[in-house]
């Protein structure tokens, strides 16, 4: 059955980060943008992990095992929101042909300083209004704030 809010609800589709170092963005030596597409935090995969998550930290708990910190939490997140990507690297513009799995997400992830690469992307999945659904129709683009000012 679908809900009567449908329409405020997300789009499903994952949101694309582009990868940008120092301000500038990464290319490769075609020109084409390095990026990672992750979906909402909220969505039902993201959902599906928190439930998974809450029961292995509830096992390590019962077996007397310490707590996963709040940065491993995020890395395997991340990994599992991760639906696609295309990296380069930054030092010689080749593209780094590695499948986009979630071992290799989490291992890329968990590598030190490499935040700069995955923390975009993963700052987008946490933002909810990157997966609104938006309408089709065009609108009037205005510069003074109103559209009836607009058309005139």
Known sequence: MT???????????PYRSYATLGGDPVVDKDGRRAYIDMLSEDSPTGRKFDKEWREHVLALAADGKPAPTPFEHNIAKAAVLTTSWYLVNPETGEPMNEPCTLENAQELYALPDTRWLWGPAWAAANNSANFIKRSAKGSIATQSGTQSEASS
Not at 4 to 11: D, E, I, Y
Request: hydrophobic fraction near 35%; charge should be positive; aromatic fraction near 10%.
């Open 3 to 13: 809900s009567k809010f449908a329409a405020l609800s997300g789009t499903g589709k």
